[in-house]
């Protein structure tokens, strides 16, 4: 099968504000696409409407249709887009999937950038939103404030354009936080480093293993406070409708990244999507039918399977992520747990989100830390965050847990 290459990813962007912009992708299938395709869209700050996917194994089709803004940067999105997609092989400029061309990404290079500066109410947040802007992805943060009203914040992070290495990049990253901060900056200097340095500690000295245990259960307790779920989920697994394939029926609220949600579970029970169809409703109700089978090409037929399969896909669109707002001894902490891909990608977006619903709170942040911490055999990226002891005292701790989980469900 040929496609020419510029065919394989087509943007048409919406003439009007309020109209939907269609993404379509053309090209070779594999497992987990549809969850790396969902991913960049959400970090590009889009939001799925309606989606339809088909596949016959070896080459799949999908249109997703988005809601965005006019900031949007097309070009830029459609060649991230093209990046995941399975390679081709290109003569006279039609394109071919090749399997044997296919080769494990090599580990992008790390570099820890050191920023000094004066502190001030959002100033976290502008600096994750400059790095966001300029595809620099977090690792871990380490973030702390000094008796004299300075902040050292230093991120660990990886460079999508794979350019950071560069003195011109480097150069760009510092007039771009420069240019937020202004005054406000002392120092800045970025620097490669090692993947010793970037090791996350021991998890028994990051976090009390009574507050993880209970944010990161990985079964669905008998009952869920409201404000840290989302409404009711149906998920409906049938066999009969299909000769060759299992149905999964999913009904539920509208998230940010719903759909993202889903594929990132199938993926990670090794499911492969042959036919798919996602529409939302009214009062932002979804309804959601995929014709799966299982990586051998069969069915789902194995009751144990089905359970465990609709009893994840259940948990984690009622709690894609994990919100807890607990006592530090005096301090107030606010904890937020992201579920990490096989593929080692955790959610993006999210310290974005939180520095963002503090900022709007007038919330100051005294320090803030990413690790990740193994529970059972999944892996989480674990945001904590100590707010100012002076600050905190005036807000409610469920105001702040409302609005930290409105802001990452995109409610806000």
């Not at 395709?37 to 799949?60: A, H, P, Q």
């Not at 807890?324 to 990490?340: Q, Y």
Request: aromatic content about 6%.
């Amino acid at each position: 099968m040929g496609i020419l290459h510029d065919d394989v990813v087509m943007i048409s962007p919406s003439e009007k504000e309020r109209d939907l912009s269609v993404i379509t992708v053309n090209c070779p299938d594999k497992t987990g696409l549809g969850c790396d395709l969902c991913r960049i869209i959400l970090f590009f700050g889009l939001n799925i409407v309606k989606g339809d996917l088909s596949t016959d194994g070896k080459w799949c089709y999908i249109v997703f249709w988005v809601a965005g803004n006019s900031s949007t940067r097309w070009g830029l999105l459609k060649k991230r887009l093209l990046a995941v997609c399975p390679s081709c092989y290109s003569a006279s400029g039609i394109s071919y999937y090749r399997p044997e061309l296919q080769q494990p990404p090599r580990p992008p290079d790390v570099f820890l950038l050191k920023l000094c500066c004066h502190d001030r109410k959002g100033l976290l947040h502008n600096v994750t939103e400059v790095l966001c802007e300029l595809e620099l992805t977090i690792k871990k943060v380490k973030v702390s404030t000094t008796p004299d009203g300075r902040v050292m914040d230093l991120f660990f992070i990886t460079d999508t354009r794979e350019l950071l290495h560069t003195n011109k990049r480097k150069e760009d990253t510092y007039e771009h936080l420069k240019a937020v901060m202004g005054d406000a900056m002392i120092s800045c200097d970025i620097e490669m480093v090692g993947p010793e340095i970037t090791a996350c500690s021991q998890e028994s000295s990051f976090l009390p293993t009574t507050i993880t245990d209970d944010m990161l259960q990985l079964e669905i307790p008998d009952a869920l406070p409201s404000s840290l779920t989302s409404t009711s989920v149906s998920v409906a697994m049938d066999n009969l409708l299909s000769p060759a394939h299992t149905l999964v029926q999913i009904a539920c609220q509208d998230h940010k990244g719903l759909l993202y949600d889903i594929m990132r579970t199938l993926k990670e029970y090794n499911m492969q999507i042959s036919y798919g169809r996602f529409t939302i409703k009214q009062r932002r109700n979804c309804e959601i039918d995929l014709f799966i089978v299982q990586a051998d090409g069969k069915k789902v037929v194995d009751p144990n399977k089905q359970r465990a399969l609709s009893s994840r896909l259940e948990m984690e669109l009622l709690r894609p992520l994990r919100v807890a707002v607990v006592s530090r001894g005096p301090d107030t902490e606010l904890l937020v747990a992201n579920p990490v891909e096989l593929s080692g990608k955790g959610r993006p977006l999210v310290f974005h989100d939180i520095t963002l619903a503090l900022k709007m709170l007038k919330t100051c942040i005294f320090s803030a830390e990413i690790r990740r911490r193994m529970i059972g055999d999944r892996e989480f990226e674990v945001y904590r965050v100590l707010l100012d002891e002076g600050e905190s005292l005036s807000i409610p701790r469920s105001k702040i847990l409302e609005a930290v989980w409105n802001m990452l469900m995109g409610w806000a």
